[in-house]
């Protein structure tokens, strides 16, 4: 293909609404336009990378043995009202109506419609198991679309759903489908993680998310090194702390703290340190005001909080709120002498602190030499932090480590919410009815092409890896003038495309330096260059990802370049 034909702009200026490398690099090289917030077009080079993803995907669904069809985006609102989730996807979901009235949305996730699909199809235990996909635009109006493709409100999803007769069969579902992950993931290049999303259930496998390590993902995880437990940082349990048993207790003192605003500001005051303070926040949740007290090197993981109170509605409590249960301003709440009965609960490390230093509920004083039992005592002693780097793994206790993540995958045994919900069952082998034991599988297709740049990039662009890119191979003549140059580049084309490659030749009347500029943005893995030495039978050859560059004859160019792209196949 000839870069002078392609349909492709280029772009040396980073878009400014871009925050994320991916975002930039795909705006920069052209891959994409943007219609909307949170809705893209792909141009013919990032549709090119895209298909290559996609037909990852495919080939290695297709090899598990998951069957493809394609369902409707536009669905009749019915579908998903059987399941409750009509009302329960709220403001995410896009609605419409057609002429008549008749309301519709666009699907934003398909459990529904495949479980009707098979409802209707299947009878008998002798047609099950069977795990069908589909790779389809989905529409979810997000919040924050942003990070591109990443959190967009168009985007594709492979999204796959098998059915079962009993849990045994959803358990080989499961591992079949999470294999082909690893696969399609490996296949891609990425480095990530499999993380557990199980809600508390420790080592569970009931549901799983692929991350990809990335410091822009919007998942903190803690993972342990030593053994493979992985889960997202509101999920990974922290332990009990055991509280001293022989230490002395010492009066609480009442201690003026003017002007002191931060936990920096107050430590350096008192000379001491965080770990010395218990943090007293207050919530609304759900109407009522609550007092969550963590150590004062913590952060309360909101996540945690809200499950333990199975909140719907959960914001950190107004200054008036503060006011009024605490009877000070802001920045000096604590769970001795609060001016109304609240809740007050406190983490496990809190429970284990001994004269400590706490706000004293009046304004410019705290309260030094606190002690659980003599001056206050928790309603709830609980697990609200989030987990950090060094606290001991759940599953061998070794120290867990913290990374950030992109979640591509997640994998779900669903059992049967979804058959029960729409009368999905099959006949046993004594004609009885039972529901279908359910599982789903969903893979980000556009975010993957997103999460491969944000793991192969430089400063001068995308490093696509050999699976992905759009074109394998580039041919860049130094100039258009000298015949030689432009014979042996055309002869090297047309002999790695005559072999099976997928090559593009710069015949651009461009300076070599905008030419190579441009081949390193876009990120083409191989690029042969043509230039002086045209008349010596000799080449540069460069890979995008090293900075080698090996001069060589054509013919060896040619070689290297095919052995390069079979490699990359194994
Ligand atoms: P997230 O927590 O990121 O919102 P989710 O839990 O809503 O994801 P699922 O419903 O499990 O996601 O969807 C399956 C997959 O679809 C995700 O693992 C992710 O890769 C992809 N995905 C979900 N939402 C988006 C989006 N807004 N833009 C692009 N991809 C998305
Ligand atoms: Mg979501």
């Given at each position: 293909m000839r870069v002078s034909k392609l349909f492709m702009s280029t772009q040396r200026e980073v878009p400014s609404d871009a925050e994320i490398v991916s975002h930039q690099l795909m705006l920069r090289a052209g891959l994409m336009r943007k219609a909307a917030a949170g809705i893209y077009s792909y141009m013919p080079m990032g549709y090119r990378a895209y298909r290559?993803?996609?037909?990852?995907?495919?080939?290695?669904?297709d090899r598990a043995g998951a069957q493809e069809l394609i369902m409707p985006a536009v669905l009749p609102a019915e579908t998903y009202m059987a399941s409750g989730r009509w009302e329960k996807f709220g403001p995410e979901m896009f609605r419409l109506k057609d002429r008549g009235g008749r309301q519709f949305c666009l699907g934003p996730t398909h459990e529904e419609p495949f479980t009707e699909a098979v409802r209707d199809t299947i009878r008998s235990y002798r047609n099950l198991p069977v795990t069908l996909y589909q790779i389809q635009h989905k529409y979810r109006d997000e919040k924050r679309p942003r990070f591109g493709v990443v959190r967009s409100r168009e985007f594709v999803m492979k999204d796959a759903y098998s059915f079962d007769v009993d849990e045994a069969g959803l358990d080989k579902s499961y591992l079949n489908m999470k294999e082909a992950y690893c696969k399609i993931f490996d296949r891609c290049d990425l480095d990530y993680i499999l993380v557990d999303a199980d809600s508390g259930a420790m080592g569970g496998s009931?549901?799983?998310e692929f991350m990809?390590?990335?410091?822009?993902?919007?998942?903190?995880?803690a993972y342990c090194p030593a053994c493979d437990y992985?889960?997202?940082e509101e999920k990974a349990p922290c332990p009990k702390v055991e509280a001293p048993k022989d230490f002395e207790m010492l009066p609480m003192e009442k201690i003026e703290t003017p002007h002191v605003k931060t936990?920096?500001?107050?430590?350096?005051?008192?000379?001491?340190?965080p770990t010395a303070f218990a943090k007293t926040i207050l919530y609304n949740i759900d109407g009522k005001i609550v007092a969550v007290m963590v150590r004062g090197d913590r952060e309360i993981n909101e996540t945690k909080l809200g499950n333990l109170f199975d909140a719907t509605e959960m914001n950190l409590a107004s200054f008036e709120e503060v006011e009024r249960v605490t009877g000070a301003a802001v920045g000096f709440a604590g769970p001795c002498g609060l001016k109304e009965k609240i809740e007050v609960i406190a983490d496990y490390e809190v429970a284990a602190m001994t004269n400590f230093i706490v706000g004293a509920n009046e304004t410019d004083f705290h309260f030094k030499n606190v002690n659980i039992g003599r001056d206050f005592t928790p309603d709830r002693?609980?697990?609200?932090?989030?987990?950090?780097?060094?606290?001991?793994?759940?599953?061998?206790?070794?120290?867990?480590?913290?990374?950030?993540g992109i979640e591509v995958g997640h994998i779900f045994k669903l059992g049967t919410k979804y058959s029960d919900a729409l009368h999905c069952v099959y006949l046993d082998k004594d004609g009885k009815e039972n529901s279908m034991i359910m599982g789903c599988y969903g893979i980000g297709v556009s975010r993957t092409l997103a999460a491969i740049i944000e793991q192969h990039y430089d400063e001068n662009g995308i490093i696509w890896p050999m699976s992905v890119a759009p074109y394998q191979v580039i041919v860049v003549p130094t100039t258009s003038?000298?015949?030689?140059?432009?014979?042996?580049?055309?002869?090297?084309?047309?002999?790695?495309?005559?072999?099976?490659?997928?090559?593009?030749?710069?015949d651009r009347e461009e300076r070599a330096g905008v030419k190579f500029k441009d081949?390193?943005?876009?990120?083409?893995?191989?690029?042969?260059?043509?230039?002086?030495?045209?008349?010596e039978g000799k080449v540069e050859y460069k890979l995008r990802a090293g900075s080698e560059v090996v001069e060589m004859t054509a013919e060896e160019a040619i070689a290297a370049a095919l052995k390069e792209i079979e490699t990359a196949k194994k």
């Amino acid at each position: 293909m000839r870069v002078s034909k392609l349909f492709m702009s280029t772009q040396r200026e980073v878009p400014s609404d871009a925050e994320i490398v991916s975002h930039q690099l795909m705006l920069r090289a052209g891959l994409m336009r943007k219609a909307a917030a949170g809705i893209y077009s792909y141009m013919p080079m990032g549709y090119r990378a895209y298909r290559k993803v996609e037909a990852i995907v495919r080939e290695e669904m297709d090899r598990a043995g998951a069957q493809e069809l394609i369902m409707p985006a536009v669905l009749p609102a019915e579908t998903y009202m059987a399941s409750g989730r009509w009302e329960k996807f709220g403001p995410e979901m896009f609605r419409l109506k057609d002429r008549g009235g008749r309301q519709f949305c666009l699907g934003p996730t398909h459990e529904e419609p495949f479980t009707e699909a098979v409802r209707d199809t299947i009878r008998s235990y002798r047609n099950l198991p069977v795990t069908l996909y589909q790779i389809q635009h989905k529409y979810r109006d997000e919040k924050r679309p942003r990070f591109g493709v990443v959190r967009s409100r168009e985007f594709v999803m492979k999204d796959a759903y098998s059915f079962d007769v009993d849990e045994a069969g959803l358990d080989k579902s499961y591992l079949n489908m999470k294999e082909a992950y690893c696969k399609i993931f490996d296949r891609c290049d990425l480095d990530y993680i499999l993380v557990d999303a199980d809600s508390g259930a420790m080592g569970g496998s009931g549901s799983q998310e692929f991350m990809v390590k990335s410091a822009v993902g919007e998942d903190a995880i803690a993972y342990c090194p030593a053994c493979d437990y992985a889960a997202n940082e509101e999920k990974a349990p922290c332990p009990k702390v055991e509280a001293p048993k022989d230490f002395e207790m010492l009066p609480m003192e009442k201690i003026e703290t003017p002007h002191v605003k931060t936990i920096e500001e107050l430590m350096e005051f008192m000379h001491s340190e965080p770990t010395a303070f218990a943090k007293t926040i207050l919530y609304n949740i759900d109407g009522k005001i609550v007092a969550v007290m963590v150590r004062g090197d913590r952060e309360i993981n909101e996540t945690k909080l809200g499950n333990l109170f199975d909140a719907t509605e959960m914001n950190l409590a107004s200054f008036e709120e503060v006011e009024r249960v605490t009877g000070a301003a802001v920045g000096f709440a604590g769970p001795c002498g609060l001016k109304e009965k609240i809740e007050v609960i406190a983490d496990y490390e809190v429970a284990a602190m001994t004269n400590f230093i706490v706000g004293a509920n009046e304004t410019d004083f705290h309260f030094k030499n606190v002690n659980i039992g003599r001056d206050f005592t928790p309603d709830r002693i609980v697990d609200v932090r989030g987990a950090v780097e060094g606290d001991p793994c759940p599953k061998c206790g070794k120290p867990m480590s913290m990374c950030r993540g992109i979640e591509v995958g997640h994998i779900f045994k669903l059992g049967t919410k979804y058959s029960d919900a729409l009368h999905c069952v099959y006949l046993d082998k004594d004609g009885k009815e039972n529901s279908m034991i359910m599982g789903c599988y969903g893979i980000g297709v556009s975010r993957t092409l997103a999460a491969i740049i944000e793991q192969h990039y430089d400063e001068n662009g995308i490093i696509w890896p050999m699976s992905v890119a759009p074109y394998q191979v580039i041919v860049v003549p130094t100039t258009s003038q000298d015949e030689a140059v432009v014979k042996m580049a055309g002869e090297i084309h047309d002999a790695l495309e005559k072999a099976g490659a997928e090559v593009l030749i710069d015949d651009r009347e461009e300076r070599a330096g905008v030419k190579f500029k441009d081949a390193d943005l876009i990120g083409i893995p191989v690029r042969i260059t043509v230039g002086r030495k045209a008349a010596e039978g000799k080449v540069e050859y460069k890979l995008r990802a090293g900075s080698e560059v090996v001069e060589m004859t054509a013919e060896e160019a040619i070689a290297a370049a095919l052995k390069e792209i079979e490699t990359a196949k194994k």
